[in-house]
């Protein structure tokens, strides 16, 4: 029976003893799957010349085609693996969705088994979950191939991984071909642990913006003592508990209060987010500003979504959601009014936030928590609403939209350590954060899109 060369296992240069299994060894063979076999697309196997052996799947002229190919792989208990396939699509729109990969870990009888450790999220707490398919990220695209990869722990009580390539819900034109599919045993890959902080501090003294800023010192100096690598400060600070125009304290971006706070960030060796008015020509924009342990503005966000006050006097739009790459993690930023909208804070994430700084005035907590658990993604809050207003609250929200840590004081900071390397598995949704692109809906401006 045909075997596809390029399915192996590919020995690791690890601090441990591990053994290479090719795939002449494994009892595993590449089968034609399809869910209902009127639906069932064409499947083939070819070599190219480019690549090496490939598996295709094709709509063959008709729509709404699903079928993949799937082999099981042998693994160790407790193993760490990368995983990678090399994908290339013709003629299919939407290839986040329509083109996935899943692995599903099983037993030796090809039944499910669970994970590990309990699941603290929300939902049943303290139970073990079933291990729910694992789904790859895209990843760099080169010549018309598009890398898929992912690196998971097989499960104490799992013995195979099966390998799904898939294409489903696809145009009548489309194609998919797979090649030079690899699971490599790896060492245990070291965890990104990082501490965030929130400043939960209003201005009350002072007109000018320094002195705003200068307020702000002791809680960086507070956060930092406890060992943060991030601090979240609040919305428009140098503007709060003025009656000046916002004009008036708009100013560069690297400007004044950036470098104040550079200083600070050097001083204490962490990041700080800084909410600011930003003056640029003649326009006035509401920034978050992410300025880096060693001083420097790293990036800027300019608040997309205004509310009717700031559209009133003055304040512009911005148009863009920008994530920027630090040596802690992927950071995007929001600003107060954008936690009302869904689209913010997705967007950031569809472009690799990992964290989300959110400088708020205030708004709804539970809509910072929805934010969190509908993104998978860390959203750290100051905010300028006591604590009794039982509103709003400067905190480290987590995955399942739960509070890690909130400030409960004026002038304090609440600090959480997280893993942003460790996925939180739901009962039922698996690493839920994974399928996000694989099965979030197709919006009207991504039709007919690739």
Known sequence: MYRLKHLRLC??????????????DQPSVWKEQFPREEISPKFTKAMHSDIGDVLAIEADGKLGRHGWWQASLAVQPGQYYRFSVKRRTTG?????????????????KGLSVKRDDPTWASYRPGDRPIAEPEFPADGVSQDGWTEVTGIYQAPQSASLLSIELHLRWADSQAKVEWSNVELTPIASPKQRIVRLAAAHLKPLSGNSPQEKCEQFAPLIAAAAAQDADLIVLGETLTNVSTTLPLVTVAEPIPGPSTEYFGELARKHNLHIVAGLLERDADLVYNVAVLISPTGDVIGKYRKVTLPRSEAMRGVTPGDEYPVFETEIGKIGMMVCYDGFFPEVARELTNNGAEIIAFPVWGCNPLLAAARACENHVYVVSSTYTDISSDWMVSAIFGHDGRQLATATQWGTVAVAEVNLDKKLYWHSLGDFQAQIQRHRPVLPHEKGKP
């Open 11 to 24: 020995a690791a240069i690890c601090l441990f003893a591990c053994t290479a299994v090719s795939m002449a």
């Open 92 to 108: 299919l729109n939407n290839v986040r969705r329509a083109a996935p990969v899943r692995l599903v870990w099983t037993d030796d």
